[in-house]
């Protein structure tokens, strides 16, 4: 089913099923994270970047903190994740999306690539898996230190 979901709004013309499995133009079965990327499409843990020409997944860029936290929380099954209608729908409408609240003041959820975020730093800041103050740095490449933390906190679940 996370397959046919991302078949559904990859924009990239060349995915193929055989012989190879190509899900996204910037990862080849001769790359060392194919399989790793490959699989993390398939159970729904990843999305590359469908929004972009081709849908890339960008694989030698760091990985945000935000999106980490959101591999994170699913991989533990405690959270999956919902298309912004989904979430639209759940909270009442576009103007309740925009109004979401967070504790960190670098988290806006008008700004439209946010409009997401809140629901996983709220749900990890309450089950303290992570435990930043003021300012989450959604954006800023996670770090080791960091994500063993995140580990650490997320065992106590």
């Excluded at 055989?18 to 194919?34: A, G, N, S």
């Excluded at 800041?125 to 997320?154: M, S």
Aim: with cysteine; net charge negative; hydrophobic share 40%.
């Amino acid at each position: 089913m996370c397959l046919f979901d991302f078949t559904g709004y990859s924009r990239f013309d060349g995915l193929q099923l055989t012989p190879e499995l190509i899900l996204y133009p910037d990862v080849k079965p001769e790359d060392p994270y194919y399989e790793s990327v490959n699989i993390a499409t398939i159970l729904g843990f990843a999305r590359g970047f469908p929004s972009e020409n081709d849908s890339p997944f960008h694989p030698e860029q760091p990985v945000s903190r935000i999106h980490a936290l959101k591999m994170l929380l699913q991989a533990m099954d405690v959270m999956q994740w919902k298309e912004r209608a989904e979430l639209k729908a759940e909270l009442g409408g576009v103007q309740a999306l925009r109004a979401q609240k967070t504790p960190f003041a670098d988290i806006d959820p008008r700004i439209p690539s946010m409009w997401w975020y809140p629901r996983y730093v709220n749900f990890a800041h309450l089950t303290r898996v992570i435990d930043d103050k003021d300012f989450f740095a959604p954006n800023k490449p996670l770090t080791q230190g960091v994500l063993e933390q995140w580990l650490k906190n997320a065992l106590n679940l």
